[in-house]
């Protein structure tokens, strides 16, 4: 059972607000990703890190940015949330190694109205 | 990475085995064939993967044919918790250490288990 975990898991704001995802994971894995995934729709990558201090954008270009303080602790934050920020975001991560898997916490489910 | 074709959706009776298929016809030497799920509402969950040899865990067998451009995910006693959204992946990790794992979740093969 991978050791990852993502609060809040439910969020409804208002528009203009702003917010952080916390995701963490307890396993030592350097490198982290942040997922962003529609409704019955396929994961985007938006975010990931190598390493502490190392973040990158990723396939999906987003307005959310990221940091890496911390080995185990990757949070997403949305300066200003728009309706157009709803969706569900899916934290991940990953040893760094050939051939590893990566492994995923539960998500946050993301609502702006 | 290649990219894989899956049923869109499936059907299995609780109890019997359940066989997802997943086409990859243009797979490199070097890429591994993944196997993750995702149960309505959570994060994707890893199965099982490999390489060119069968694999089998506590949670699922894999199949890979000789020439590595099919495979099929098998679960052997299908539960009614089995059902869930699966997705074939091909990848190659990447070897530089400030690179990413480019892995692609295409929309997978939605699997309902029936009583």
């Known amino acids: 059972e991978a050791d990852i975990y993502q609060t809040p898991r439910y969020l409804v704001i208002g528009t203009g607000k702003k917010i952080t995802l916390e995701c963490s994971q307890t396993m030592g894995h350097d490198k982290m990703y942040w997922y962003q995934q529609d409704p019955g729709m396929e994961l985007h990558l938006i975010h990931y890190s190598y390493g502490v201090n190392s973040t990158e954008k990723g396939d999906l270009s987003s307005e959310s940015t990221v940091s890496r303080i911390r080995t185990e602790h990757f949070p997403l934050t949305l300066e200003s949330a728009r309706p157009s920020h709803t969706s569900q975001y899916l934290c991940?991560?990953?040893?760094?190694?050939?051939?590893?898997?990566?492994?995923f916490g539960p998500g946050t489910r993301l609502l702006v109205l | 990475d290649a990219k894989t074709t899956q049923p869109t959706s499936m059907d299995c009776a609780e109890g019997r085995a359940a066989n997802l298929p997943c086409n990859h016809s243009t797979i490199s030497g070097n890429e591994y064939v993944y196997w993750y799920r995702q149960i309505h509402s959570q994060g994707p969950q890893y199965i099982i993967h490999?390489?060119?040899n069968n694999e089998t865990n506590e949670m699922a067998s894999l199949i890979i044919t000789e020439d590595r451009k099919s495979s099929t995910l098998i679960l052997p006693h299908a539960t009614l918790r089995d059902t869930a959204v699966y997705y074939c992946i091909v990848r190659v990790a990447s070897l530089v250490k400030t690179s990413y794992d480019k892995v692609i979740f295409g929309p997978g093969t939605s699997l309902s288990v029936i009583p």
């Open positions: 490999g390489l060119k």
């Open positions: 991940a991560s990953s040893e760094n190694r050939e051939r590893e898997t990566q492994y």
